[in-house]
């Protein structure tokens, strides 16, 4: 017998003013930042103040917002409608602070949009949590700079801090969030743990081990054991290198003292009743195996899952006309060589209608595993989104 997943309601979820985060994951190229944008836009003329934060280096979120350029700032996006259907008369191109957007008591709702820029939002911990010539001195650290642009783990820790300051500074009731492709859409929920294993590591350790001695006795001590790691390090990295890395390491306690802090303040803020997991994915095998692993993970994790959103799903009008007999159909024209375009049509149609079928088995391989997961669908569109016309009907779709 075949089960039937319940479905998954998006308005629901976007009119829960309790709803304060929804994060989108799944694996790439399934259409999570479509889904996050359509998300947003349809939150904000539903009356709610509302950011989208993606992580995803694509220009696509930008293009279909109107948008020259997101970058790490929060920009408005114009041409949103309130719920009575007019649209937004804000000129402005950055996010107003301090007030709340609407609710869907039908006031006017606000839709930001930006892109986490990782190394400027790594700069600006480091701004403001050291002395300007102390930061000067990381800043330019080559160290530094190579952890801050190309350090694995770096993008999604940043993801971490960024989410945290748009819940801190409270300048909008709902922050949607596009994560990376793949499973490292989910590399976010270990930042800390990684973060704190590089902090306590040996190498590190030792590094700082002089700065934390605490008398003459064991300075001196512990100098001549550095003295023997520092020798041997020299020869494999280098004198500059060294220096450059004890120099960046001797300011780890001062600037980074935080950030483990934060990144768990906000993994707790990801488990909470606020926050809802919207996993996208496409009715394929590797996608929909992809969406049963971020389900056992956010389980695992105790995060809460809103549900699954089955993106580019295909259907036929004739839907009455199986396959099977749409090709016998077909043969039977081909035989007579009669209306060669019909049966080129009947023979598409079949094809579509067995390609459906596949979607909707390994739809049905998700829900035996998953009988309890909301799905939500999104038929396959005839071209991409690129304007907010485009992201509104996508929008209309989810909730339908």
Known sequence: MTKTAPALD????????????IVCC??????????????????????????????????????????????NIPRLVKGVRSPDGAKS????????????????????????????????????????????????????NPFYQSLSSSFSGTQEYMAMEKLGQLRRSGDWDLIIVDTPPSRSALDFLDAPERLGRFLDGRLIRILMAPAKAGGRSAFKLLNAGFGIVAGALTKVLGAQVL??????????DAVFGGFRQRAEQT?????????????????????????SYFVERLAEERMPLAGLVINRMHRSPAAALSAARSTAAAEDLESRGEHDLAAAVLRLHAGRMQLAAREQREQEHFTSA??????????????????????REIGELLAS
């Not at 998006?10 to 985060?21: H, S």
């Not at 839709?111 to 990381?138: G, N, S, W, Y």
Request: no cysteine; proline share 5%; net charge negative.
């Open 10 to 21: 998006i308005d629901a979820i976007l009119d829960d003013e309790n709803t304060r985060i």
């Open 26 to 71: 799944g694996s790439g190229g399934v259409g999570k930042t479509t889904t996050a944008a359509a998300l947003g836009l349809r939150a904000a003329e539903r009356g709610r103040s509302v950011v989208v934060l993606t992580v995803d280096p694509a220009k696509r979120l930008a293009q279909a917002m109107g948008l020259t350029e997101l970058d």
């Open 89 to 140: 008369g804000h000129d402005g191109s950055q996010a107003s602070t301090g007030s709340r957007g609407g609710s869907p008591d039908g006031s006017r709702g606000e839709l930001h949009a930006m892109m986490l820029d990782m190394k400027r939002t790594f700069d600006e911990i480091i701004e403001a949590h050291a002395d300007p010539e102390r930061a000067r001195q990381i800043l330019t």
């Open 243 to 252: 220096k450059d890395l004890q120099m960046f390491v001797s300011a780890l």
């Open 267 to 291: 993994y707790k803020l990801l488990q909470a009743p606020g926050t809802a997991f919207v996993i996208v994915a496409t009715p394929e095998r590797d996608a929909i195996r992809e969406a």
């Open 370 to 391: 998953h009988p309890t997961v909301p799905i939500a669908h999104v038929p396959a569109m005839a071209e991409d989104v690129h304007d907010l016309d485009g992201l």
